[in-house]
């Protein structure tokens, strides 16, 4: 590293390592929790004509109300709840956080959790506090409130469900942790597609209360389009910040295209969380390896000690990509991460996992 590079980049920036995606060319890719269906062949034609209409010599609408009102009729969001787009949820991560940021402010989580929450903190300048959960995964409900007593943290982020354990947190937990913090409390539900249950009725009963989903795993990851839902004196302030053309015009006309065929994504949602059960079954069944269930689109499995790191190379020598979590250590100590791909990408997986011998 150069000397004007160790003098102008601020000290938290070069502390940190940049989000790792593992290249996955020739793989079978489970390790990104992207939805593994492809937009259906007959709704292809009418997308196309539907991305010809784009005026790409214009910018694209700062607050474009027919992909809001779409995002709003098919996602319940509250009429009262103002809504602001962002591109993807790590900028609406960044934005909050943005927002808030002074030097002696800290944001909290839960660990393990998404790692942009705390990566994003760093960056802007805040502290991170994160409050480990307990061996099943449920939340430590004495040990955050004690942490939000001790903290007073700005902002406190939870993933719900959660990413990378799969499951959903205790709701009557989740609404205590909301009173009993002095700042803003963002639920994020990325994975609602697949859950059992939602916040959405939550968001206007609370004036710290912010909800923040992505259409990622709808199927549109490629878009990179997240939205926040709140009050509005939140989200007038959060506007200030975001970039005014920040959604670009071919992601706005897809999702609206998108949103007018929730069936076709929806039935794929279904479709996915079918899949799910039979893999947790089926891994379930081959009895080396610890099984947990999931409320999202991937499920963690945990090994026996010092197995995670040659199962996950062992299986990318079968070009079956997974995501290795061991190396957080913690509860992921020896945990492996399989997104729910097609079936008979699972069934590779299966394959692929039931060929690698164990080592006694």
């Given at each position: 590293?150069s000397?004007?590079?160790?003098?102008?980049?601020?000290?938290?920036?070069?502390?940190l390592?940049?989000?790792?995606?593992?290249?996955?060319?020739?793989?079978?890719?489970?390790?990104?929790?992207?939805?593994?269906?492809?937009?259906?062949?007959?709704?292809?034609?009418?997308?196309?004509?539907?991305?010809?209409?784009?005026?790409?010599n214009?910018?694209?609408?700062?607050?474009?109300?027919?992909?809001?009102?779409?995002?709003?009729?098919?996602q319940?969001?509250?009429?009262a709840?103002?809504?602001?787009?962002?591109?993807?949820?790590?900028?609406?991560?960044?934005?909050?956080?943005?927002?808030?940021?002074?030097?002696?402010?800290?944001?909290m989580?839960?660990?393990?959790?998404?790692?942009?929450?705390?990566?994003?903190?760093?960056?802007?300048?805040?502290?991170?506090?994160?409050?480990?959960?307990?061996?099943?995964?449920s939340?430590?409900?004495?040990?955050?409130?004690?942490?939000?007593?001790?903290?007073?943290?700005?902002v406190?982020?939870?993933?719900?469900?959660?990413?990378?354990?799969?499951?959903?947190?205790?709701?009557?937990?989740?609404?205590?942790?909301?009173?009993?913090?002095?700042?803003?409390?963002?639920?994020d539900?990325?994975?609602?597609?697949?859950?059992?249950?939602?916040?959405?009725?939550?968001?206007?009963?609370?004036?710290?209360?912010?909800?923040?989903r992505?259409?990622?795993?709808?199927?549109?990851?490629?878009?990179?389009?997240?939205?926040?839902?709140?009050?509005?004196?939140?989200?007038?302030?959060l506007?200030?910040?975001?970039m005014?053309?920040?959604?670009?015009?071919?992601?706005?006309?897809?999702?609206?295209?998108?949103?007018?065929?929730?069936?076709?994504f929806?039935?794929?949602a279904?479709?996915?969380?079918?899949?799910?059960?039979s893999?947790?079954?089926?891994?379930?069944?081959?009895?080396?390896?610890?099984?947990?269930?999931?409320q999202?689109n991937?499920?963690?499995?945990?090994?026996?000690d010092?197995?995670?790191?040659?199962?996950?190379?062992?299986?990318?020598e079968?070009?079956?990509?997974?995501?290795n979590?061991?190396?957080?250590?913690?509860?992921?100590?020896?945990?492996?991460?399989?997104?729910?791909?097609?079936?008979?990408?699972?069934?590779e997986?299966?394959?692929?996992?039931?060929?690698?011998?164990?080592?006694?």
């Open positions: 590293m000397d004007l590079v160790k003098q102008l980049i601020l000290d938290q920036i070069q502390s390592s940049a989000y790792h995606v593992q290249p996955a060319e020739n793989m079978v890719k489970l390790d990104a929790m992207e939805n593994p269906y492809d937009l259906p062949e007959q709704l292809k034609q009418p997308w196309l004509e539907c991305l010809s209409s784009a005026a790409i214009r910018y694209p609408s700062p607050q474009p109300q027919g992909l809001i009102a779409q995002l709003r009729a098919t319940a969001i509250p009429d709840a103002e809504v602001m787009l962002g591109n993807g949820s790590d900028e609406l991560i960044q934005i909050i956080c943005m927002a808030v940021a002074k030097a002696d402010r800290m944001v989580s839960v660990t393990p959790s998404f790692v942009m929450y705390e990566q994003t903190a760093v960056i802007t300048g805040m502290k991170f506090h994160g409050v480990s959960l307990q061996q099943d995964f939340l430590d409900l004495t040990g955050m409130l004690a942490a939000i007593a001790a903290h007073q943290p700005a406190i982020f939870l993933a719900y469900p959660n990413n990378p354990t799969a499951n959903s947190f205790d709701r009557k937990q989740l609404v205590e942790i909301i009173h009993a913090s002095p700042g803003l409390v963002v639920i539900e990325a994975y609602a597609p697949f859950a059992a249950d939602t916040m959405m009725d939550e968001v206007l009963r609370h004036d710290n209360l912010l909800l923040m992505t259409l990622s795993k709808f199927g549109l990851a490629g878009c990179r389009l997240g939205y926040l839902c709140g009050p509005e004196p939140w989200m007038t302030e506007n200030k910040i975001r005014p053309y920040n959604i670009n015009i071919l992601t706005q006309l897809t999702a609206e295209f998108a949103l007018q065929h929730t069936d076709v929806s039935a794929q279904e479709q996915i969380k079918q899949q799910r059960q893999l947790i079954e089926q891994l379930r069944s081959q009895t080396r390896y610890q099984v947990f269930e999931s999202a991937f499920v963690l499995f945990k090994t026996t010092g197995q995670a790191d040659r199962i996950f190379s062992a299986l990318k079968h070009r079956i990509l997974i995501k979590l061991s190396a957080q250590g913690g509860l992921l100590n020896e945990t492996l991460r399989v997104t729910i791909g097609t079936p008979e990408e699972n069934q997986f299966l394959q692929a996992l039931s060929e690698i011998p164990e080592v006694v």
